[in-house]
């Protein structure tokens, strides 16, 4: 491999993108918010996502970048439920009118106040902002009625405030963010240094968050990242998402077979029970990974034919 190419980010394309994006929000629901929205205060939270493509199966591959979740948040002084739409968008677009659409489809789905926020991850430099409202009806009094919706500009901020705040979500959003005159192996020696020093408290998907955002945002070439990773002793266990998955599949699988064959209470119901739920519980993981866009649908059907299979013989 020459130099040139060496220093090169991983090229990873506009789906994969909008995947890392929503991995990100998800792992760092609440830093995402206290960072952008720090004078809102949010309370308890679910993701909605499984119930809103269920629900609207025609706009599943348009909404694969997009979160959907129901969120507790204080409005006058009392914390009511709201829907939160985060819509991702990694090129400069208009996005009032597809905002309203999905704001319509959130609120038949769920009956509840929404909240659009668009989040541009995009590399331009605007010279004017994009808007942020949708004029949607209209009546003789008020005349144009406007939809208003947060817009957010990653680029907007610069790498070097980002990377010196405790929040880890802050520190990774710095190789996406304005880093110019920003040495690219201060930053991630940073967020390694962090990760270590937290390690304890992060999750494995986080952990692994970590790793695959670095690889993918990095701007410098792989020798100079693992010798960083030596320096500040960040080893990941897991080697591969797919690996995580599958042992994260195994677990729930046991624990659900488990309780389904005590509860039966017959020994060919364990392990019946036990095999069906390792079965379940992988088929579940690699279809969140479709919906996130980490494996293709190609490399989706080859994993889960054969657990399909399996599962029919139960």
């Not at 204080?74 to 739409?85: A, H, K, R, S, T």
């Not at 038949?108 to 430099?125: C, G």
């Not at 579940?284 to 013989?313: A, R």
């Amino acid at each position: 491999m020459d130099k040139q190419s060496e220093n090169k980010t991983i090229k990873i394309n506009p789906k994969t993108h909008d995947a890392m994006f929503k991995w990100l929000i998800t792992s760092f629901t609440r830093e995402f918010f206290n960072h952008y929205f720090p004078d809102i205060q949010i309370g308890k939270f679910r993701f909605i996502d499984k119930e809103f493509i269920q629900k609207y199966e025609a706009l599943k591959e348009s909404l694969k970048g997009d979160l959907f979740l129901i969120m507790e948040v204080e409005i006058d002084n009392e914390f009511q439920e709201l829907v939160i739409q985060i819509e991702h968008k990694s090129e400069r677009k208009n996005a009032g009118k597809q905002v309203f659409e999905y704001l319509c489809y959130a609120w038949l789905l769920k009956k509840r106040p929404v909240w659009n926020i668009v989040i541009f991850t995009d590399d331009a430099v605007w010279r004017k902002p994009v808007p942020d409202s949708f004029w949607y009806a209209f009546d003789r009094t008020h005349q144009k009625q406007f939809l208003h919706f947060d817009v957010i500009k990653v680029k907007s901020e610069k790498s070097g405030d980002l990377i010196k705040k405790h929040s880890l979500l802050c520190k990774l959003l710095a190789l996406k963010a304005n880093d110019r005159g920003e040495d690219p192996e201060k930053l991630i020696r940073e967020i390694y240094h962090a990760s270590s020093q937290m390690k304890e408290q992060l999750t494995n998907d986080q952990l692994l968050l970590i790793e695959r955002w670095i690889k993918a945002y990095k701007k410098i070439p792989d020798k100079n990242l693992h010798k960083i990773k030596k320096e500040v002793e960040m080893e990941i266990i897991e080697t591969t998402i797919t690996e995580h998955i599958f042992n994260q599949g195994m677990i729930k699988g046991e624990i659900k077979g488990e309780i389904k064959g005590e509860i039966k209470g017959e020994a060919r119901g364990e392990i019946k029970g036990e095999a069906r739920g390792k079965i379940k519980g992988k088929i579940e993981l690699l279809e969140n990974m479709y919906q996130l866009g980490v494996i293709s649908k190609e490399h989706f059907d080859q994993m889960v034919l054969p657990l399909l299979l399996k599962q029919k013989e139960f």
